[in-house]
Nanobody, 115 residues
Framework: QVQLVESGGGLVRAGGSLRLSCTTS????????MGWYRQAAGKQRELVAR???????DYADSVKGRFTISRDVAKNTVYLQMSSLKPEDTAVYYC?????????WGKGTLVTVSS
């Protein structure tokens, strides 16, 4: 079983930056893929970025060039560096892990971008 602990959300002005962290209870290389999703008020949860066990990354079109997903294998942590933030990036951000046949979610961290 995998447990995920997120941190790093908060309030930031448009154009600013934040870094989210997600630490796993299991060796990160044992996990098929990890990602960040977000859910804005009244909207469906959507993929933001993900990284496979091989280190291959994928991004939503809306964040390409602004967000970067990375990982620290030694710390079992995945990061989401968010830059040039926009008010429409405001959402609860969830860490996600695909482990064997399971999909595990973190509790989420709120990111609020003021205009």
């Amino acid at each position: 079983q995998v447990q995920l602990v997120e941190s790093g959300g908060g309030l930031v002005r448009a154009g600013g930056s934040l870094r989210l962290s997600c630490t796993t209870s299991r060796a990160i290389l044992d996990i098929n893929a990890m990602g960040w999703y977000r859910q804005a008020a009244g909207k469906q949860r959507e993929l933001v970025a993900r990284i496979s066990s091989l280190g291959i990354t994928d991004y939503a079109d809306s964040v390409k060039g602004r967000f970067t997903i990375s990982r620290d294998v030694a710390k079992n942590t995945v990061y989401l560096q968010m830059s040039s933030l926009k008010p429409e990036d405001t959402a609860v951000y969830y860490c996600n892990a695909a482990f064997l046949l399971e999909t595990i979610w973190g509790k989420g961290t709120l990111v609020t971008v003021s205009s």
